[in-house]
Every structure is written in C-alpha cells, then in structure tokens.
C-alpha cells in the first residue's frame, strides 16, 4: 500500500469513527477530567465553586459513612460474585442434560435480564415487605418467625444480595450455558469408558474446560456488582441505618440530595481509582493466562 | 487483548443442540435409575423456575386485586375477582401515556443513533488500517467498567451547559455512543472475510459503498442486537435519567415508577400495576427475539 492510500484510508477511518468518538469523547472523557477537577472544589452546583485543594480527600478518610460504603459494596461484591457465578454454574449443567421441555426452562430463567433495575427493586420490596411479604407470609405459614427483612440491617442486606441474585442468575446461566455447548460430547465419551464417574468428569473435564467462562463472568460480576445502584436506591435506599449503603448510591446521595457536589466528585474519583485498579489486574491475569495457555 | 469481552462460543447458547443427547442404553436396571434421575432433574429445574416466575407472578396479582382484598393480608394464589381499578387509578393519577411516550421515543432515537454510529465505527475498527487503531479500541473499551456515578455531577454540567438539560437528548446522546456496541459490531464485522472487502476495494468501490452495499447486507444480524440490546438498555435505564430527567412531564417509565412508590408508598395495586405497564413490552420483546438478546448478553454482559 503507498503511503497516499494508506493516509487516505486513516483518513476514512476517522471519519467513520468520528460520530462514535465525538460521542465517547464528549459525554465520558470530558466529564472524567471535570469530575476531577470539580473533586477538588467546595460546591452545591449552583453556582460556581471554590477551590478547596485536597480538602474533600481528607474529609473521605474521616467520614465514617465512607468507610461504611466501601465495606458495604466490598460485602456485597464478594457475597454475590460467588453465588451467582455457583448458582449459574449449576443452573447451566442441570439445563445442558437432556430434559423435558429444556428451552422452556432455559427461557424462563434468563427473563429477568428483560427486567428494569426499578421493577425488579419493587419485587423486592413486594416479596420482602415485613407486614404482607410473600416471604414472611410463606414463612409464617410453615411456622418460622418472619424476618425483619426492613428493619433488620443483615437481614435488609441479605435482601439486597437475594434479589440481586434473581436479577443475575440467569446471566451467568447463559454464560456457562455457551461455554458448555462448546465442550465436544467425545471428551465424555472417553471419561466415562476410563471410568470417571458424574463428579469426576465435572470436576476434572467440564470445570476445567469452563474456565474461559468462569474467567469472564468473574470480571464481569465484580464490575457490577461494584455498580449496583437500581436495586439498593429502591429495595432499601442505602437503610435501614445505612446498613445497606454503597459507594455509589453514597455517591449520588452527596452528590444531588445533600447536594455536596465536590464531594461527591471526590467520591467517584475513589470509585474510579478502584475500577481502574481491578481492570489492570484482570489485565495481567488475562495476559499471564494467554501466556500459559 | 486487554478486557474480554468475549467468552467463547457465546452466540445462541439458548438454542437446542442435538450433540449431547446421549443414545440409548441398553439394560433395564440401568434405563430405571436414570429415569429416576431424570426425574429429581425435573424437578429441580421445575423447582428453579418456580422461585424465577413466583415474583413476577405475585405482581400479576397484586396487579389486578382490588384494594380491600390486598389490604385482607391472605395469601391468594388468584385473586377472588379480577379488576382493573388499579390500573384506572394509576392512569387517573399520573400522566402514564405520556411517560410511555418518553420511554418509546428515548429508547427508539437511542437505538437507531447506536446502530448507525456503531455500525460506522465498527467497519473502520474491523477494515480498515490506521494508525492508533487499537490504542484508541481499548480505550474505548475501558468506558465499559466506568460506574455513571464517577463522572455524574459534571455530566450534569456538562450537559446543562450544552443547553440539552430539560430535553430527551440529555438522555438519548450519553447513552447512544456504547462501547459495548462499538465492540459488538467491530467483533461481527471481523468475520466478513477481508479478502471480499480487499477485492471490492480494489474494483475501485469506495468505503461508503463497501460498506453499504458489502458489509451491511452482511451484518444484518448484528444489527438486530445492537438494536434490541440498545433498546432494552435504554429501556430499563435508570442510574441517569434519575439526574437527568427531573421534569415530570419528561420522566421514562422507571422514573415514573420510583416517583409513583413515592407517592402511593405500600399502595402495592397501583405500584405493581404500573411496574407490569414498564416490564411487559420488553418481555414480549424478549420473548419473541430471544435469539438476538441472547447473542447480545452472550458477547458481552455489559447493559
């Protein structure tokens, strides 16, 4: 190619990639830099602010309600990777055997990725109210005591993770799901006339050869669960007694109710500072993967 | 590569494949026990679904029970008489066509905005040869794991300064450059064979033409999930329009639906009703193009 051609073609690269990165550029990459900025400014948002230095970074360090965040969304992101990735994992075996009516199953259990965040929120609230609950209706039904599922702060968190639970499931189901089809019925074969037995040949060939899979919804279920705003802002609003605050709906709570916008600011940058930290070392453990592979 | 956004084999993981049913066995013993087996599968796969369908369900009903038997506290498989006066009461009470309207216009200008600019990137990143390519690739890939929170007060900002606040735009342009989408298409589009693109080029087409006369009769696919996995993205979008629609008479249907709890609190007929208006379309959607959202989340995971 002489070098004209390819200047001509970088130059219709860049003009077919100019919608997307004026988009990109304008609406994510400027508001980056001017949330760092306006982190360091002391502001409501009316108005203009004033420079405040490191001031809201200090304040973070001191804020108990901060701490309680990060542990809270750390809680919530290490409870509910696992056990949706677990619960998934077994969804999609049990759907990858032969069965009546398998399509059936399968669509049911992937539908509530149709589901808006808000809408799923309200199930909750609905399934888990304390007076007229599904659950505490089923509960008392069979004998057990209801569980404050409101009022209670364990019991107010465990409703965050079930009904998060509800909402992903069916997302690390189909995730396995693809992973599984693409593991070739002759590996079986094989194990079963060497012996193995149901738990060894998933231990040792259908786990092993998930790991693609198992890789991808880790990072995957990490970064959303770091994000998990809808069903906290609604199931309990970060209640009772903050026991169910996380970053980022302490975040939005600084930032346009108490209006504390630098602060707020300061707060995402935090959040920012952690996502780019977890990207970087799935980076490497995907690059030391490749190599090994 | 640098974040996978691709497990492997992903595309229609929900389809039935023939190859792992297994053939028959001979032996009595052996066919008794497994269909013993079969059966407690059965059943747990029963058992799963009924804890999926039971919320969804349970609003149905609350949904079309009157008041005073929600208000009785008993569990009702099925309420003692169907009635719509939740839904009247909803409609009397809040402007829910025209949040309807919102949410259908927001989500179809997304959509198309989406499809079109993704399929443009998406040919430049998969054809064509440019300095910084996947330098600039990656870091478009990178805004996938960025929480709204981090940049949402200056997005606010930035948009009131725009002069776009107190318009469906201040919702439909953040949203519509996906990267995700950018990602989905330059992944399709690596799979048309660069030799028909090459011979094309060389027969004197330009890239307009490649595009539109090779390469978009070929993507069809692609562009049904980049359209539907936008609209249903937009559809159920929250975390921004909360910041970005505070006008009434703008708000989309989750919007809607958290203002309307706030002011009917544990009125659950009129909440359940109106949270059935904001999930059935996409269900239906869901339902009957599964193929396409499933290829969609299979790719990526990323909403």
């Known amino acids: 190619m002489s070098s004209r051609q390819a200047r001509g073609e970088a130059r219709a690269a860049y003009l077919l990639l100019s919608p997307n990165l004026l988009l990109l550029g304008l609406f994510v990459f400027v508001p980056l830099v001017g949330a760092a900025v306006i982190s360091l400014q002391r502001t409501d948002g009316f108005g203009g602010g004033t420079f405040a230095g490191l001031a809201n970074y200090a304040t973070l360090v001191g804020d108990p309600l901060f701490w309680r965040s990060l542990v809270n969304t750390t809680a919530f992101t290490v409870l509910v990777t696992p056990l949706s990735m677990a619960l998934g994992l077994g969804a999609s075996v049990l759907l990858n055997t032969v069965l009546p009516a398998r399509p059936v199953f399968r669509s049911v259990l992937i539908l509530p990725m149709a589901i808006s965040g808000v809408a799923t929120a309200l199930l909750g609230v609905l399934v888990f109210d304390e007076n007229t609950g599904l659950l505490d209706l089923l509960l008392r039904a069979v004998g057990l005591p209801a569980v404050p599922w409101q009022s209670g702060s364990a019991a107010a968190f465990a409703s965050v993770v079930l009904v ?122 995907n690059r030391s993967r490749d190599v090994v592979e | 590569m640098s974040i996978s956004v691709e497990p492997p084999g992903a595309a229609d993981a929900v389809a039935e494949t023939r190859s792992d049913r297994p053939g028959r066995r001979p032996g009595r013993h052996r066919s008794r026990s497994r269909r013993g087996l079969l059966v407690l599968r059965l059943l747990a796969a029963v058992v799963v679904c009924v804890v999926v369908v039971a919320p969804l369900y349970w609003m149905v009903v609350v949904a079309l029970s009157s008041r005073s038997e929600l208000l009785g506290g008993e569990l009702r498989l099925w309420p003692r008489a169907l009635t719509t006066e939740n839904f009247d009461r909803v409609l009397s009470s809040f402007p829910v066509l025209t949040w309807l309207g919102n949410s259908v216009s927001i989500a179809l200008t997304t959509a198309v905005i989406t499809v079109v600019v993704n399929l443009l990137g998406g040919y430049a990143f998969a054809h064509l040869r440019f300095r910084g390519s996947s330098a600039l690739f990656l870091t478009a890939l990178a805004t996938l794991t960025l929480p709204v929170q981090v940049i949402m007060v200056a997005l606010f900002r930035l948009v009131t300064a725009l002069g776009l606040y107190g318009s469906y735009w201040a919702v439909i342009l953040p949203t519509a450059a996906s990267a995700f989408g950018l990602f989905l298409a330059r992944q399709s589009m690596l799979s048309i064979p660069r030799d028909l693109v090459e011979a094309a080029r060389i027969d004197g087409a330009g890239h307009w033409r490649v595009l539109t006369r090779i390469v978009l009769p070929l993507s069809k696919p692609l562009v049904a999930v980049l359209f539907f996995m936008s609209l249903l993205g937009s559809w159920n979008d929250f975390a921004w329009p909360l910041i970005a629609l505070q006008d009434n008479r703008l708000f989309t249907l989750p919007i809607g639906l958290l203002y309307l709890q706030g002011q009917f609190g544990p009125d659950y007929g009129a909440t359940m009703a109106f949270a059935l208006i904001n999930v059935t379309p996409m269900v239906v959607l869901f339902l009957v193009f599964q193929r396409y959202f499933v290829q969609g989340f299979a790719r990526s995971g990323i909403r």
Do not use: C
């Open chain 1, 164 to 285: 998060t639970l509800w909402w992903r499931v069916g997302f690390n189901m189909l995730i396995y799901l693809a992973g599984l089809q693409g593991i070739g019925p002759d590996l079986y074969e094989a194990a079963t006339l060497d012996g193995a037995n149901r738990w060894q040949q998933f231990r040792h060939l259908t786990f092993p050869l998930l790991g693609a899979s198992t890789f991808f919804l880790l990072i995957i279920n990490v970064i959303f669960s770091f994000q998990v705003f809808d069903i906290v802002f609604v199931l309990t609003g970060g209640g009772p007694r903050n026991a169910t605050s996380v970053l980022v709906t302490y975040a939005y709570d600084t930032g346009f109710e108490v209006r504390d916008q630098g602060y707020a600011a300061a707060i995402g940058m935090v959040l920012l500072v952690l996502t780019m930290a977890f990207t970087l070392l799935q980076w490497r453990g």
